[in-house]
């Protein structure tokens, strides 16, 4: 979000940081070295109208903090800001709530202002780019990859129709249960992670160069492209990469992570299926279907490119990882930016085009020239009325109006097909290690992109028979590796006892070798803090008996959003309203 505005002589811009650094401000001081920050705690629930009228800002200490959702309130760290803020303290039992407020405020905007600083000064002097210039983390990866690896490499772009067929074949990674059951386990298991799993494709894919042709009748059979389609590491064969429209007739090799996927026309839900089911595949997904799945399938139609395949993309995503490396333990800030340009950089190239656009309007504005007020409104109207799709008054009196207008999408231009094949190759890395574990009869019990819930006892086994197949090591922390990734907990972290409910709902138990016990948990729609909320309220502050709890079908839960942070949505006019009911209900049945 961004808006332009004049105030006098001088231009304001206003841009929503989070979209381009999407930490939290709690974060600003360790990640940018930032000095002299104090703790922040502020009483929420605390500053509202009435106490303003009722307290007369002769605020009580004891009282604030009372009313805080979560408990998580430092009523010490409270009362220290309270005596390093000038004229904040009244006396032994009061506070001035306009001045700790009033330092709260301006603390936020030194941090932020410092941090960012920060990171725009590392940005302008070590990759030459201007983080002013840009709205989003996306945006910002992309002008590094536009600069170092798609300028003068006859690499394309594209719009319209073709953009929409490439980007069709776009699937997103795979979450699922095994079987897409739900499971409570009491063997150890270890969360098993890719690193930097979008990175570490990058560094294994190509870019075919040149625009792409249609496949002709004859070439539609999976012998000819597989004949004629170059590997990851050749640049011999004609076709360096295809994308093909299949009808899948037969599945030979059924999968508890099935690598068949598609959108269910009743629900719009992504299934991962092992259906008969028409794909949109890329030859990376088709080479692995038939590898892992033995599927067979008619070839209906497609387009194929057929220039040199050009590897700069993995030179330069090893060069950032090695930079990243160095940097970790020097310089944490230059290192978090790296790491921000590395894992955001598909993003952009896969972004849908914008079809719509907004201005505001006065219904009318002065004119120095004519010395007179204009009809602003009603000149843009008939200018662009045939392009509007909305009129939305502004404020009441209706002098101003946000007005929503088509934007054609002939002009929107990107790289989907590298997009297209950040993700394939992504899901091949997947593959290649869960299928193994799989033909090893090693359990796998829960996926999420990029990490799985494996046996913990048999991951030597199955690093040993990776060695052997791929003549790669499996485990460690350079890309393409894997390595644990329970965190809340150091020296061998390891689960005991897990619960998975469905996708981004479970959780496990954990130990380590010194036997200290923690507990690493999601669960889809709700924040942790709801979660934990409800567990005190309901289970004794148990997290393990929620979750039993909703093992059993018939069991639901109520989990009331508002009641551990303040909500808000943002209204059409531009206005931002506070949201006081927001409550999810979640059951889980046989399946």
């Known amino acids: 979000m961004s808006i ?14 989070y979209s381009l650094l999407s930490m939290p401000l709690a974060a600003f001081p360790s990640s940018f070295g930032l000095k002299d920050i104090k703790k922040e705690m502020f009483p929420y629930n605390y500053y509202t109208f009435e106490n303003f009228e009722r307290l007369n800002l002769k605020s009580v200490i004891s009282e604030a903090g009372k009313n805080e959702i979560g408990g998580k309130f430092d009523t010490q760290t409270f009362i220290s800001n309270i005596d390093n803020i000038p004229g904040c303290r009244i006396d032994k039992e009061h506070f001035d709530m306009v001045e700790y407020v009033k330092f709260y405020n301006i603390q936020d905007v030194r941090i932020l202002q410092q941090g960012f600083e920060t990171f725009a000064d590392i940005l302008i002097n070590n990759f030459e780019i201007n983080p002013f210039e840009v ?3 996306p945006s910002l990866s992309n002008i590094y990859f536009n600069k170092h690896i798609y300028a003068d490499r006859n690499i394309m772009m594209y719009s319209g129709v073709l953009r929409e067929y490439i980007q069709s074949a776009v699937t997103g990674g795979r979450c699922m249960t095994r079987d897409n059951e739900k499971y409570h386990l009491t063997s150890e298991l270890n969360d098993f992670d890719a ?47 295809y ?6 007739t037969a599945v030979n090799k059924h999968r508890h992570f099935p690598l068949i996927n598609y959108k269910d ?48 993309i993995r030179q ?37 085009p914008i079809d719509n656009q907004s201005v505001v309007k006065s219904v009318s504005k002065y004119n120095k020239r004519l010395d007179m007020e204009v009809p602003e409104l009603d000149k843009y109207l008939i200018k662009n009325g045939a392009y509007v799709k909305q009129l939305i008054p502004l404020n009441k009196e209706c002098t101003e109006f946000r007005v929503i207008t088509t934007k054609s999408i002939d002009s929107s ?34 996926q999420d992109t990029d990490s799985m819930h494996i046996d913990n006892s048999r991951i030597n086994e199955l690093a040993e028979r990776y060695q052997q197949v791929y003549n790669r090591e499996l485990i460690g922390k350079n890309l393409g590796q894997f390595h644990c990734d329970f965190d809340e907990l150091p020296n061998n972290p390891r689960s005991i006892e897990s619960i998975f409910l469905g996708k ?13 016990i923690a507990y690493h948990y999601r669960m889809k729609g709700v924040d942790l803090k709801c979660v934990e909320l409800v567990s005190q309220q309901r289970f004794g502050g148990e997290l393990m008996d929620l979750y039993r709890y909703l093992l059993d079908p018939t069991h639901a839960l109520t989990f009331d959003l508002t009641k551990t942070k303040p909500r808000f949505k943002m209204d059409k006019n531009f206005t931002v309203s506070t949201i006081t009911n927001f409550s999810r209900t979640l059951s889980f049945g046989a399946k």
């Open 504 to 516: 981004k709902v479970y959780i496990d138990k954990l130990t380590n070798d010194d036997g200290a």
């Open 243 to 248: 994308i093909v429209d299949i009808d899948i």
């Open 4 to 17: 332009t505005m004049k105030k006098g002589s001088k231009m304001v811009y206003l841009k929503d940081s």
């Open 413 to 446: 231009h990107s790289n989907c097909l590298v997009g297209e094949l950040i993700l394939s190759m992504s899901k091949r890395i997947m593959n290649e290690v869960m299928c193994l574990a799989e033909d090893l009869d090693i359990p796998i019990y829960y």
């Open 195 to 241: 690193v930097s799993l979008y990175p570490s494709a990058m560094h294994r894919l190509y870019i075919p160069t040149g625009a792409p042709r249609k496949l002709r009748p004859d070439e539609l059979t999976y012998e000819y492209l597989s004949s004629n389609t170059c590997g990851e590491d050749d640049n011999d064969k004609l076709i360096k990469c």
């Open 135 to 137: 709205l989003t983390a």
């Open 316 to 352: 330069e995503i090893e060069k950032l990882h090695n930079l990243r490396c160095q940097y970790k333990s020097s310089n944490k800030p230059l290192a978090d930016v790296i790491k921000l340009i590395m894992n955001s950089a598909y993003g952009k190239t896969i972004q849908k």
């Open 265 to 312: 026309v009743k629900t719009s839900v992504k299934k991962w299926e092992n259906a008969c089911v028409p794909m949109r595949v890329d030859n990376i997904t088709l080479e692995d279907l038939v590898k892992y799945q033995g599927i067979e399938f008619i070839i209906k139609g497609g387009i194929c490119w057929e220039g040199k395949k050009d590897f700069t």
